[in-house]
């Protein structure tokens, strides 16, 4: 069985039921002959996602985690239709296959082609070597491509159909604010002076553009000839249409740099390679994008302090299912310390 080092061998709880995936993949797909193989992706919070092989044959399968979810979260076939639609025009988004509603696993899946390449995580792919210089042109190369995906016009695709861009920021701000409070635990603090800025400074943008939302270093992949060139992004879970300002202000929220107070380093486990030498500042992360794009940013504190509030409800909402039983993860158990260390950095993100 080929064994590659981004995945590991499949979660306890967290098995598929192989033999039914087969059967309808090779119902479906024009699969080679060979007994199927599944192993697991194990970076991701949030949907689960596994590798499927069979001979030469690769492909990745998505599905949401196990137990109840929130409402309108973990949307499987949302995610397909927008692959669908964006992967002919954006081609960094992997080609998707087929989508299945629930009756093989009980759960919605779909799978998709799998990329080969590199991923920047917590330390530097082996064989790469780690220089400054290596760190700036990854740097920039995930500027220049957030904004080519925010130069993807959307009114020739078919998410035309799936969004409505008008009141973006107003939604986003008040729904975010709902699932906190909807997921809110006993240990967690409930953020009344945040909200309340937030609802105060909601900018009214005009721009709309097709929105990642969830644009990270780990969520891209980069190429083994030529490790600054990306050749995959991931995790279209989140991605829309609406203000390209509140994706930069997201990816911001990942993007951690050597002088960030350690519980931002740490929050989700270890430091990231961002940290290191040659790689952005956020500051010049943001100077890059608005050279680029030609937008203006001076509002940009607004959407950064947003983003800070938003990972905090995406963290809870993680939280709540570990804490109501529906998952027994042990890296979710300490996961309300970084909620609230995410909400006091956001208030101090917006001076209060």
């Known amino acids: 069985m080929v064994q590659t080092k981004d995945t590991r061998p499949v979660r306890p709880g967290e098995e598929l039921d192989t033999e039914g995936v087969e059967k309808f993949l090779r119902h479906h797909l024009d699969l080679p002959d060979g007994k199927m193989q599944v192993r697991q992706f194990g970076a991701g919070h949030s949907n689960l996602t596994y590798e499927l092989l069979v001979g030469d044959w ?22 397909y239709k927008v692959l669908k639609a964006l992967h002919p025009v954006f081609p960094l988004a992997p080609k998707p296959y087929i989508f299945e509603s629930g009756e093989v696993l009980g759960s919605p899946f779909f799978v998709m082609e799998r990329r080969e ?36 016009d959307y009114t ?12 973006f920021m107003e939604r ?33 943008s005009s721009a709309h553009a097709v929105i990642h939302y969830d644009y990270k ?10 490790p600054s060139k990306m050749v995959g992004l991931f995790d279209w879970e989140m991605t829309t249409v609406g203000d390209p300002l509140a994706d930069l202000g997201a990816a911001l929220s990942y993007w951690i740099e050597k002088d960030d107070p350690e519980m931002l380093k740490t929050g989700l486990g270890k430091v990231p390679v961002t940290v290191k030498e040659g ?4 500051d010049e992360f943001i100077q890059r994008y608005a ?3 030609g937008l203006d940013l001076s509002q940009i504190h607004v959407y950064q302090t947003f983003a800070y509030f938003k990972l905090a409800g995406i963290i809870q909402q993680i939280y709540f299912r570990y804490k109501k039983g529906q998952t027994n ?18 208030e101090e993100t917006a001076g209060l």
């Not at 309108?72 to 949302?78: G, I, L, P």
């Not at 699932?179 to 900018?203: C, M, N, Q, Y």
């Open 58 to 79: 690769k492909a990745v399968l998505r599905r949401p985690p196990m137990g109840p979810v929130a409402a309108k979260a973990h949307d499987m076939e949302r995610e």
């Open 117 to 152: 390449g590199l991923v920047y995580d917590t330390s530097f792919p082996e064989g790469i070597e780690e220089t400054g210089e290596l760190g700036r042109k990854i740097s920039e190369t995930m500027v220049d491509r957030l904004v080519e995906l925010h130069d993807v």
């Open 156 to 167: 020739e695709t078919s998410l035309i159909d799936m969004v409505k861009p008008e009141g």
């Open 172 to 204: 986003q701000i008040h729904g975010w604010i709902k699932r906190f409070e909807k997921a809110r635990t006993d240990d967690v603090v409930s953020g009344e002076r945040l909200k309340r800025w937030l609802v105060d400074h909601i900018p009214s």
């Open 217 to 226: 270093l780990n969520n891209s992949m980069f190429s083994k000839d030529n």
């Open 279 to 282: 790689f952005y500042t956020r």
């Open 291 to 293: 050279d680029k794009s």
């Open 329 to 346: 993860d042990p890296r979710f158990a300490r996961m309300n310390v970084f909620v609230n260390n995410l909400i006091r950095h956001a």
